[in-house]
């Protein structure tokens, strides 16, 4: 088992997506198995042994997080369909979360991406269910344990359906009302006012079943509920965010190149342009043909002393080797390639010519500005 410090250990690797465990998961489950064992499972099947109650709580609490992790590898495999890649899939203690690698970019694909969890709940609803009906005339305690996981799993769907960010139900509606409309902030903000007004539903529900039960318990609705409200209100700044980024061109944010001639020493570069202009980033021309990149990264990396004795050909890297993107490109799906393919770096390139270059930082850089304007 790895650990990721955002979201805890790796279990295993499904469809080639790996599952994390948040540790919060942990308490969960045993809170899960013991409220079951000791309270649930003896009032809704009866008449069995304590034996037959714990092991019926592990064997189902196992069960309904597979449920869960099925709903989110319904998520997952519909957005890999659509080209879409998936980082991860993450349980923890209010379900579980699948991490794409980059936003959706059409309302038709979010539409089946958010709706493919809610269909696989149901799809497990029905199955438990079936076998349920089957077997309860044999076995009526692991009849009724069958349909108390078909409750479970509509449950889940139910639960997801509903329409606010950052719920299942949330990005129907989104899709549909940015599909309809055209209009993505509109249908993000509508969204995240539904998951906002869930939130407060929630805790609003917890607070009163908490004075009329006296039964503390739950307060944990009281906390999915500010967990959904700080949510929905990151999802949308995030989407607006994401947004003003696909309306930013390469064109409007690349760092320009200055030539140089491949013989020129790494000194006169240093004293040339960088400490007199600032300038960075630079192109290698061999007789007039562009062969080489040039950041500060590789001028660094050179000690001092061979400076004046270093052309800059030697440390130069193979312009052939640097990807290259279209200027009209938006800075949202570079964002995305930056993503997908790791590079740090990429040519901006205008009708045939090297225009420039945009790195992570530019991303990063923009982003800021973006983010602080929202
Ligand atoms: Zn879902």
Redesign the pocket.
């Known amino acids: 088992m790895s650990m990721n410090p955002l979201s805890g250990f790796r279990l295993c690797k499904i469809f080639g997506i790996p599952i994390y465990v948040n540790p919060t998961w942990f308490l969960v489950f045993a809170l899960i198995v013991y409220s079951l064992a000791s309270d649930r499972l003896p009032e809704f099947i009866p008449g069995s042994s304590n034996l037959f109650y714990w092991l019926a709580a592990i064997v189902g609490t196992l069960l309904f997080f597979l449920s869960l992790t099925a709903?989110?590898l319904?998520?997952s495999l519909v957005s890999k369909s659509f080209g879409i890649p998936v980082r991860s899939i993450t349980l923890h203690m209010f379900?579980?979360i699948?991490q794409l690698g980059s936003e959706v970019r059409r309302a038709r694909e979010e539409f089946w991406i958010?709706i493919a969890?809610?269909i696989v709940?149901f799809a497990l609803f029905l199955t438990f269910w079936g076998l349920s009906d089957i077997i309860t005339s044999s076995m009526p305690a692991i009849g009724s344990f069958l349909s108390l996981l078909a409750l479970l799993n509509i449950g889940v769907a139910l639960f997801?359906l509903f329409p606010g960010f950052p719920?299942?139900g949330g990005r129907i509606l989104r899709s549909i009302v940015w599909g309809i409309s055209g209009n993505y902030i509109r249908a993000t903000r509508i969204s995240a006012l539904g998951g906002q007004l869930f939130g407060y539903l929630l805790i609003a529900a917890g607070v009163l079943f908490a004075i009329l039960d006296r039964y503390l318990g739950y307060l944990w609705m009281v906390l999915l509920g500010a967990f959904i409200i700080i949510l929905a209100r990151q999802s949308y700044r995030q989407s607006l965010t994401y947004h003003k980024l696909s309306n930013i061109k390469l064109a409007d944010v690349y760092i320009p190149l200055v030539h140089v001639e491949e013989d020129t020493l790494v000194s006169d570069l240093f004293t040339d342009y960088i400490r007199s202009s600032g300038r960075q980033f630079f192109i290698v021309d061999f007789h007039g043909e562009p062969v080489g990149l040039l950041t500060p990264y590789e001028i660094l990396r050179l000690p001092q002393p061979f400076w004046h004795i270093t052309p800059v050909r030697s440390i130069m890297i193979n312009l052939a080797s640097v990807g290259r993107l279209p200027a009209d490109l938006s800075l949202f799906d570079a964002m995305n390639l930056f993503e997908r393919t790791g590079h740090n770096l990429f040519l901006v390139i205008d009708d045939d010519r090297i225009e420039g270059i945009v790195t992570r930082d530019t991303v990063v850089h923009v982003l800021g500005r973006t983010t602080s304007r929202v």
Do not use: C, T
């Open positions: 709903h989110e319904g998520h379900g579980g699948a958010a969890g809610p709940s997801n719920l299942d």
